[in-house]
């Protein structure tokens, strides 16, 4: 069995790798190819291109890539109508994969797409284009699936691999001893994991810590920066807010940052489930290019009463959300501090948090393996 595959950045790379695994215990000869990243590779795809190729975001940010973007689809297209795969799956980089999921579609492979598009959150058209890309959904989300179901389009409810994977308790003692903290509270801030982000975020978090260290000189802080690139920016982000000091950085190790925190100031975007499924009360805020946060608005593209998956799925405000000028230094400081003073607070929402655990652990990469089985034996 020949399986193509086509991953958009690190995240997709984590989910392709589980999906191969997965596969290869029920088809040990399956072959695996495409856009991949290292953890796809080590699973035993073959790379045809790297996965961060496709990491780009927002409305604007991408246009320059697209001649770039067009050349490598039509050459997958190309070698794939030549040397058709049984099933062809596209994790996430939707304005990517369904362009190429319609064209393998046409041609007679079957189609699966890995990650619903957030069509509940905005572009809510984009589920013709789903119906047009995809034989299967596969959806991560549990208010997903309902909506396909009305709009005639095949998707299945997997559960989210972040539940599977990330530990139900964690030693908070044994997380700072390991980070080499001192007594006293301990803040991770998280400013996100690509250079757009941190370039907007990083000052902002770094002028809230510094706020919040002036009002507490016991309080810690600790960072994690995905790539040497981004730990310099940081480390110039906090000496120009001067809180360097009070600082740990780590390379990489979300996970470990927010398991020794007792508040997480993150990016809205996965960290915020990965914070909830931690039990860590969290203060999201998020920022885009100012001419993408007008044509949202302009278009009315947005329509979510929130924005952090922990809120929408439990359809209560559990994570403080601050977005473009309401994400200020003196409002996210006061949100963190609000969550440090109040330990009751805390942990009724990690209570919260724990019951959301068991709505979307429930084993996805083997559900998403069976899935796309499925389609590829039809």
Known sequence: MKIAMVAGEASGDLLGAGLIRAIRERVPGAVFEGVAG????????????????????????????????????????????????????????????????????????????????????????????????????????????????????????????????????????????VLGLDEGQVVAVLPGSRDSEVSRLGPLFAAASARLARRDERLHFVTPAATPKLRAMIEAQLEQAGVAERFTITDGGSIDAMAAADVVLLASGTAALEAALLGKPTVAAYRVAALTALLVRLLGLLKLEYFTIPNLLTETPLVPEFIQEAATPEALAEAVAALLADPDRRQAITRRFNELRSTLALGADARAARAVLEVANQ
Request: proline letters at 8%; hydrophobic letters at 40%.
């Open 38 to 177: 290292p953890e796809m590779i080590e699973a035993g795809c073959v790379r045809l291109e790297d996965a961060e190729t496709l990491a780009v975001m927002g409305l604007i940010e991408p246009l320059r890539e697209i001649p770039r973007l067009l050349r490598l689809r039509r050459s997958l297209i190309q070698r794939w109508r030549d040397s058709p795969p049984d099933v062809f799956v596209g994790i996430d980089a939707p304005d990517f994969n369904f362009g190429l999921e319609k064209k393998l579609r046409r041609s007679g492979i079957r189609t699966v797409h890995y990650v619903s598009p957030s069509i509940w959150a905005w572009r809510a058209g984009r589920i013709n284009t789903v119906r047009e890309a995809a034989d299967r959904v596969l959806c991560i989300l549990p208010f997903e699936k309902p909506i396909y179901d009305e709009n005639g389009v095949d998707a299945v409810f997997i559960g989210h691999p972040k539940a599977d994977t990330i530990p139900s308790f964690v030693d908070v003692e044994s997380a700072r001893q």
